[in-house]
């Protein structure tokens, strides 16, 4: 049973940085074809794609949040971090990060939400 589980602060205040980290349980960040990815929601934006690295460490971003978010990983550990640099309290979402595929997804986190506050 492949599990993820997103760690990450409280409250983030505007300016600073947002850092989040997924850990896997139950499979490795580097198995063949599976791309790890963090996924956010809003109730005004609805779900947006933020970014992923792959098994072989390869990233790739939202070109909207191109310039303020970095993906990097600890293998040995099972974990993937997300930094959202440069917060405003548009970035109040929940936080998912998922496995999946180029096809589908096939596990997601519960979820963190993070609220930006001043």
């Known amino acids: 049973q492949v599990q993820l589980q997103e760690s990450g602060p409280g409250l983030v205040k505007p300016s600073q940085t947002l850092s989040l980290t997924c850990t896997v349980f139950?499979?490795?960040?580097?198995?063949?074809?599976?791309?790890w990815e963090w996924i956010r929601q809003s109730p005004w934006k609805g779900l947006e794609w933020m970014g992923a690295?792959?098994?072989?460490?390869?990233?790739y971003y939202s070109p909207s949040l191109k310039s303020r978010t970095s993906l990097s990983r600890d293998t040995a550990k099972t974990q993937f971090t997300l930094q959202l640099s440069s917060v405003t309290p548009e970035d109040t979402d929940v936080y998912y990060c998922?496995?999946?595929?180029?096809?589908?997804?096939?596990?997601w986190g519960q979820g963190t939400k993070v609220p930006v506050s001043s």
């Open positions: 690295i792959d098994y072989k460490g390869t990233t």
């Open positions: 998922v496995r999946g595929n180029s096809a589908s997804i096939h596990y």
């Open positions: 139950g499979d490795s960040i580097t198995t063949n074809l599976y791309y």
